[in-house]
């Protein structure tokens, strides 16, 4: 595959179960198969996700797998900026299910918006096994995470970034800003993050805004 626009980055460690998900929701995609590539960027997984990756890349011919074998989120992250090959670098947890016009989105919103948004980002609903606790308040939901900032496409209120479950970089500001901290984010023995907020944070610093593109 030559030149995709849009790069979606799943790193993933154990969770063979609940990739297959993921990869069915990028499947149907309303985004041209030739606009977009999927990498999964294997960390060290002792399951059988490659073999699921290799399955589904007789339905996802654009599909990329690379085994990342230093354990480490922030490391997959930016294994997964090296290997992909798109302007735009869309990161989707491995439990997530994208909609089907998530890529399509995100795309439209860089070629329209100006100034031209450093990072996208759009709403995280959970899906509960049964109903959310009474105390599930807007102030708390970021740590589950659950985003909703309405149904109107606007910039991030002052402060506040996208979540790793849906978050999408323009490839030269990442690469500007060297990606994500490796000194941080979770590897398996620690659960020490931030790195996210650290990279946001240093974008914001030189200039760069955020913009939030709400589900249709």
């Known amino acids: 595959m030559t030149n995709p626009v849009i790069s979606a980055v799943i790193c993933t460690y154990n969770r063979a179960d609940r990739l297959i998900l993921a990869l069915d929701g990028l499947k149907a995609q309303t985004l041209p198969r030739e606009k977009y590539e999927v990498v999964v960027i294997d960390n060290a997984s002792t399951d059988n996700t490659k073999a699921i990756c290799t399955d589904y890349q007789q339905q996802l ?22 290997v992909s090959t798109g302007m735009y670098i869309a990161y989707l947890d491995d439990d997530a299910i994208p909609c089907a016009n ?46 909703d900032h309405g149904n109107k496409a606007d910039w991030f209120p002052d402060d506040e970034y996208p979540y790793g479950a849906n978050m999408v970089y323009r490839r030269d500001v990442l690469l500007k800003h060297n990606g994500f901290s ?14 996210e907020r650290l990279l946001n944070q240093t974008i914001k610093e030189d200039g760069g805004q955020f913009y939030y593109v709400p589900k249709d």
């Open 61 to 82: 011919p654009h599909l990329v797998y690379h085994y990342e074998p230093d354990q480490g989120l922030s490391t997959a992250r930016n294994t997964g900026l090296k």
């Open 102 to 147: 998530w890529l399509e989105d995100i795309v439209a919103a860089f070629a329209t918006v100006r100034p031209q948004p450093a990072v996208i980002g759009g709403p995280i609903y959970p899906i509960w096994e049964q109903a959310p606790p009474v105390w599930m308040h807007y102030y708390v939901q970021g740590y589950f995470p659950v985003l």
């Open 182 to 195: 490796e000194d941080l984010g979770r590897d398996g023995k620690s659960l020490l993050s931030d790195e």
